[in-house]
C-alpha cells in the first residue's frame, strides 16, 4: 500500500465534504445554489492541484471505479481507494456537524447537506427520476476525468474542465436531489442527518457508481488505446 495515495484520498474527501458541503449547510441562505455549485467546483478544482500528482485526486468512489475498468490503476488500488475515501467522507461530515451545531438554530437533522428524492427533493422529483439524474450526471464527472487525464494522476489544466464539470452538474442536479455523483460524499452527511436521508441513501451510493461504470464503458469507444504501428521495413527486418 501506498500510504501517501492513501492519505491524500482520505484528506481530499475530508475537505471536500467539509467545504463544499459545507457551503450547504452553513451558508446556504446566503450563496444559493449558484454559490454552492462554484464551492464544489472549486474545492475540486483547488484539490486537483493540490492531490493530483500524489495519488489522482479521485476523492470520489465513481471516479475511482471509472479508472478501475479503464485498467489505469489495480483492485487493490481502488479498494484501498474506496475505504480512504468513505472513511474521509465520515470523518468531514462529523467535522462539518461539530462546527454547524456551535451555530444556534441551525438544524442538521435530515437534512445536513444529504441527498435526497421525493418530498426531499426541491421540485419532488420521483425514484426514477433521482436515479436516472445521478447516472448521467455521473456519467459527464466521470468521462470528464477519463478524458482529459491520460493516467492517473491531474497534470497541467487537467484540474479547470474537471472543476467546471462538478460545477455544471450541481447547478442541474441541487433542485431535483442536492446532487451526489459522489457516494462517498453522500455517505458522511447522512450518518448525521439521519431519518430519510439514511432510507434514501441506498440510490446515491448506487446510481453514481453505474453512470462511473458507462462514463468507463464509452470512454473506451470514444478514446481508444491507440497501438503504435511497426513500420513494414521494420517488421521484416525483425524476422
Known sequence: M?????????????????????????????????GIALAFGFTLLALAYALGPISGCHVNPAVTLGMLLARRISPRTAVEYWIAQLLGGIAGAALLFLLAKQVPGLKTSEAFGSNGFADRSAVHINTGGAFLAEVVLTFLLVYVVLAVTHKVAVLGFDGLPIGLALAV???????????????????????????????????????????????AVVHQFTHPLVTPRVPEADTRSAR
Open 2 to 34: 501506498d500510504t501517501r495515495t492513501v492519505i491524500s484520498e482520505f484528506l481530499g474527501t475530508l475537505l471536500l465534504v467539509f467545504f463544499a458541503v459545507g457551503s450547504a449547510v452553513l451558508a446556504g441562505e446566503y450563496i444559493g445554489t449558484f
Open 169 to 215: 452538474v450541481h447547478l442541474i442536479g441541487i433542485p431535483l436531489t442536492g446532487t451526489s455523483v459522489n457516494p462517498a460524499r453522500s455517505l458522511g452527511p447522512a450518518l448525521f442527518a439521519g431519518g430519510a436521508a439514511l432510507s434514501q441513501l441506498w440510490l446515491f451510493l448506487l446510481a453514481p457508481l453505474i453512470g462511473g461504470a458507462l462514463a
